[in-house]
């Protein structure tokens, strides 16, 4: 096979130094957090639905239920499920789930936080309950309007391992 043709994923060159999930290789690897000091490890995530004035106003009235509580609890479960969901998540004992699903302005801010104490970290259990607590909203309002959108899916905080604190907005981040 001509290297220009061969897939990103297993050419020989695309393994990266600090892209800890490929094999020298180039082929995807599960990294091994076996070494690894197991401490307290926390992380927050957000993201964003924009909703129309109309789909706001509708909320309290939603035939299927509370679409902020049922995004919560899924944003809860989703948290726990991440390592069936992201290939080479490791299966964690979460110690704390909390998402939140608060009407603003132009539609619903969710945050979701993890705690873990172990050798890895959180930021995908954090990031995988904000995404699916907001498609969760999604899913109860998308027979009033169509059009709405998810953003801004981002970590916003991390503590502990060996990579540190991390803080959005923060120059030392």
């Given amino acids: 096979m001509p290297e220009d043709s061969m897939s990103p994923l297993v050419h020989p060159n695309f393994a990266r130094p600090g892209l800890s999930h490929f094999a020298e290789s180039g082929q995807a690897a599960m990294v091994d957090v076996s070494p690894k000091a197991s401490t307290r490890r926390t992380a927050t995530a957000s ?10 106003a509708a909320l309290p009235q939603n035939p299927k239920g509370n679409p902020l ?9 989703a948290a726990k499920r991440t390592s069936e969901l ?29 705690v873990t104490t172990g050798p890895t970290g959180v930021e995908m259990e954090a990031l995988t309950a904000a995404s699916v607590a ?9 027979a009033l309007d169509k059009s709405i ?24 981040s």
């Fill in 149 to 172: 959108v998810i953003r801004n899916v981002q970590l916003e905080s991390k503590s502990g391992g060996k990579s540190g604190d991390y803080q959005r907005g923060n120059a030392k």
């Fill in 134 to 142: 907001a498609l969760t909203v999604y899913d109860m309002t998308k």
């Fill in 47 to 56: 993201a964003f639905v924009e909703l129309s004035p109309a789909v706001l």
């Fill in 69 to 77: 509580e049922v995004a919560r609890i899924a944003g809860i479960q």
């Fill in 86 to 114: 992201i290939p080479m998540c490791h299966p964690l004992a979460l110690t704390h789930v909390d998402v939140q699903a608060d009407i603003v302005d132009t539609g619903v801010r969710i945050t979701a936080s993890a």
